[in-house]
């Protein structure tokens, strides 16, 4: 098993910026394909990123391309998602999740806790 955790979430202004990270911790990190997701008041939760096991294939939802990058560095065991010119309706709790396998947009069986984000107008 692998173990999640999430830091960087805060306050910070509409256009502003912020890097969130997921330490992970158990079997080796580049076993797993990662992601990030979000789940905003009263919302069902929302895939934001994904990257594969090396770093060389991305994907990302159409709400977030142009502002915000996702990046791994294995030799850490840590993934980032580095978000940019933020809108208030990316306000919402942030998850990091791996999985084994192929990158996809689903199917994640690890979960961090979450770390929230609040991006005021």
């Known amino acids: 098993q692998v173990q999640l955790v999430e830091s960087g979430g805060g306050l910070v202004q509409a256009g502003g910026s912020l890097r969130l990270s997921c330490a992970a911790s158990?079997?080796?990190?580049?076993?797993?394909?990662m992601a990030w997701f979000r789940r905003a008041p009263w919302k069902d939760r929302e895939f934001v990123a994904a990257i594969s096991w090396s770093g060389s294939y991305t994907d990302l939802a159409d709400s977030t391309k142009g502002r915000f990058t996702i990046s791994r560095d294995n030799a850490k065991n840590t993934m980032y998602l580095q978000m940019n010119s933020l809108k208030p309706e990316d306000t919402a709790v942030y998850y990091c999740?791996?999985?084994?396998?192929?990158?996809?947009?689903?199917?994640?069986?690890?979960w961090g806790q979450g770390t929230q984000v609040t991006v005021s107008s």
């Open positions: 158990g079997r080796p990190f580049s076993d797993y394909a």
């Open positions: 999740a791996a999985k084994r396998g192929i990158v996809a947009r689903e199917e994640y069986n690890y």
